[in-house]
């Protein structure tokens, strides 16, 4: 009947190390997070995004819908134009472009057109095999 005083009085107040101790797995599953998923993330879409600033005339694209073709026309805006067969040109917006196949040379001082560079295919040729044909079945 009679309580003790002992089991009368309440705990003393938490202190700054328990604090620390209880977030310390939620800072730890953040820190993961962080290095699995997040980071590896925002450098590819660093990569995307130069890859997208340096897209030239001439080069060989994939669209984000799997068609591909070469670019004819680059805007100044975020528009570029690709031709994806002979005389069929269709404009796509430029963030749209998943993969850039083959890079051509930059345009020469002297030069009036930008050459391909060697060992890759010009534009109107199907990828080596062993390229980016394997992913769409293609021996």
Not at 18 to 33: A, E, G, K, N, S
Not at 61 to 83: A, F, N, Y
Not at 110 to 136: C, Y
């Amino acid at each position: 009947m009679f309580v003790s005083t002992a089991y009368a009085q309440t705990a003393a107040p938490a202190g700054g190390s328990d604090m620390l101790v209880q977030f310390l797995p939620l800072i730890l599953i953040f820190v993961v997070f962080y290095f699995l998923l997040i980071r590896p993330q925002q450098k590819k879409m660093k990569e995307h995004k130069a890859m997208l600033g340096n897209i030239r005339r001439g080069d060989r694209v994939v669209t984000g819908g799997g068609i591909i073709g070469v670019v004819t026309k680059v805007g100044t805006d975020d528009e570029l134009t690709v031709e994806i067969a002979e005389n069929v040109r269709v404009r796509c917006v430029r963030s749209t472009v998943n993969l850039v196949l083959a890079k051509t040379e930059p345009a020469k001082p002297g030069d009036g057109t930008a050459a391909t560079t060697e060992g890759q295919a010009k534009p109107g040729e199907t990828p080596a095999a062993g390229g980016i044909g394997k992913l769409f079945g293609r021996k």
